[in-house]
């Protein structure tokens, strides 16, 4: 890779990979490196309100191995941002569904000195049934009951 190729940072839990990540992955790809933030418990927990399924480091090794992702790292337990400074990305961008009000995020990386440009993937990926966690979580627990009941 040339020196010259931006810095592109994704985040998110990245639980049970789907083509929807994949799908991100690509497309900060085409902006430059991809530089990836996993999500620790700690900080699922207080976004989702739910523990992730895959422990921390099994997520950060699957996304490590991902083609395309240059650098992947576990996000601060306490502040997210500390990863993002030392990461230093020229752009971030967001999945459709994440969480973050663009306009406030830009706000918290000013005041901590970082100038990252935000930009929010707008395509929902959904050329497959199960391109979101939750569906394939549902899906599995639908197997799981219909596998029960015959019982």
């Known amino acids: 890779m040339t020196k010259n190729r931006k810095k592109i940072l994704v985040a998110g839990t990245f639980d049970i990979i789907h083509p929807g990540h994949i799908y991100l992955i690509q497309q900060a790809q085409k902006l430059g490196d991809v530089y990836v933030i ?3 418990t700690e900080n699922v927990i207080k976004i989702k309100g739910r523990p992730p399924i895959i422990p921390d480091e099994q997520r950060l090794e699957v996304i490590r191995n991902i083609k395309g992702v240059k650098h992947a790292v576990l996000g601060d337990k306490e502040n997210m941002l500390v990863k993002v400074k030392e990461i230093n990305p ?9 969480p973050f009000d663009e306009s406030d995020l830009q706000n918290k990386l000013r005041k901590e000195g970082i100038s990252a440009k935000i930009i929010r993937l707008q395509k929902v990926y959904n050329e497959y049934p ?5 569906k394939i979580v549902a899906r599995i627990l639908e197997i799981c009951a219909e596998r029960f009941n015959k019982k």
């Open 38 to 40: 996993v999500s620790r």
């Open 90 to 98: 020229d752009i971030i961008l967001l999945g459709p569904n994440q």
């Open 130 to 134: 199960y391109c979101s966690t939750s």
